[in-house]
């Protein structure tokens, strides 16, 4: 008990000095990354952010955030293949010529395979979101393991393609996950800036919300299992585009930062 009461106080005296630190100008707060509150009043995060590891951080294979200094945003959709939506948001996007990345489910791309092929067909990035979107935080290594390589070899059985990404369901990781990935050659993609689509927000909401929340290097989290979001995402595209800001697959955007993927040994 007196070792619980010993860290928490430490977090508190951190915070403190952080908070201090914010007041005093010398650490920015940046609204339009979404970063967790314990990681935020940890000294540690802004030693990071200082030296730009919360872009990517070749240790751990982790991509926090784009370069702030190029006008681009990754456009990230997770979930699915959906047979609803993802088709229509897919072929909206192709037609406003949008780069994107669709992180998917292996076992809903395994039940509708022809929906993936659509999608990727179409020149979008298919990435990894686990076999069965299970929390991989929970997990043991070997199972995190499995959660990633049975999830790689539907999309490839339907795509024909691997994948070299990983969007962690719940965007849950601690460092088992991330050590698991990056043995299995996994980058593991974040994210900076979301609308809570998934709980069926209304679309006039999830648009100002990314519009609010967007900057150079952001990373947008959205889903294609809702139909608010199809109809969200003309007013996103136009709003950022007149922001002058590009789109850019993951791939691109880990590229822009010079970073070196993580590879299999």
Same mark, same amino acid.
């Given at each position: 008990?007196?070792?619980?009461?010993?860290?928490?106080?430490?977090?508190?005296?951190?915070? #403190?000095?952080?908070?201090?630190?914010?007041?005093?100008?010398?650490?920015?707060?940046?609204?339009?990354?979404?970063?967790?509150?314990?990681?935020?009043? /940890?000294?540690?995060?802004? &030693?990071?952010?200082?030296?730009?590891?919360?872009?990517?951080?070749?240790?751990?294979?982790?991509?926090?955030?784009?370069?702030? /200094?190029?006008?681009?945003?990754?456009?990230?959709?997770?979930?699915?293949?959906?047979?609803?939506?993802?088709?229509?948001?897919?072929?909206?996007?192709?037609?406003?010529? &949008? #780069?994107?990345?669709?992180?998917?489910?292996?076992?809903?791309?395994?039940?509708?395979?022809?929906? &993936?092929?659509?999608?990727?067909?179409?020149?979008?990035?298919?990435? /990894?979101?686990?076999?069965?979107?299970?929390?991989?935080?929970?997990?043991?290594?070997?199972?995190?393991?499995?959660?990633?390589?049975?999830? #790689?070899? /539907?999309?490839?059985?339907?795509?024909?393609?691997?994948?070299?990404?990983?969007?962690?369901?719940?965007?849950?990781?601690?460092?088992?996950?991330?050590?698991?990935?990056?043995?299995?050659?996994?980058?593991?993609?974040?994210?900076?800036?979301?609308?809570?689509?998934?709980?069926?927000?209304?679309?006039?909401?999830?648009?100002?919300?990314?519009?609010?929340?967007?900057?150079?290097?952001?990373?947008?989290?959205?889903?294609?299992?809702?139909?608010?979001?199809?109809? #969200?995402?003309?007013?996103?595209?136009?709003?950022?585009?007149?922001?002058?800001?590009?789109?850019?697959?993951?791939?691109?955007?880990?590229?822009?930062?010079?970073?070196?993927?993580?590879?299999?040994?």
């Amino acid at each position: 008990m007196s070792d619980i009461l010993t860290r928490n106080r430490m977090r508190i005296v951190a915070g #403190a000095a952080v908070l201090a630190l914010v007041g005093a100008g010398l650490v920015q707060w940046n609204r339009h990354r979404a970063v967790p509150i314990e990681r935020a009043l /940890n000294p540690a995060y802004w &030693v990071r952010h200082a030296r730009g590891l919360d872009r990517y951080d070749p240790q751990t294979g982790l991509l926090e955030h784009g370069d702030p /200094n190029l006008p681009e945003v990754a456009l990230t959709i997770d979930d699915g293949p959906d047979p609803r939506y993802g088709p229509q948001i897919a072929q909206m996007l192709h037609d406003k010529g &949008v #780069a994107a990345t669709f992180f998917v489910v292996g076992v809903r791309v395994k039940q509708y395979p022809e929906v &993936v092929k659509q999608i990727d067909g179409l020149g979008f990035e298919i990435e /990894n979101h686990t076999y069965d979107h299970q929390r991989l935080d929970k997990l043991k290594p070997h199972e995190i393991a499995n959660e990633i390589r049975f999830c #790689a070899a /539907n999309i490839e059985k339907a795509t024909g393609k691997k994948t070299t990404l990983l969007r962690p369901p719940g965007v849950q990781y601690n460092d088992q996950v991330l050590a698991t990935a990056k043995s299995l050659g996994y980058a593991t993609i974040s994210w900076t800036c979301g609308a809570r689509d998934y709980d069926q927000q209304p679309a006039s909401y999830i648009a100002q919300r990314i519009l609010d929340r967007s900057e150079a290097g952001s990373i947008i989290i959205l889903h294609q299992d809702t139909p608010s979001t199809l109809t #969200a995402l003309p007013a996103i595209i136009d709003g950022l585009r007149s922001r002058g800001y590009r789109f850019v697959t993951v791939s691109q955007m880990l590229d822009h930062l010079h970073a070196r993927r993580p590879k299999s040994e």
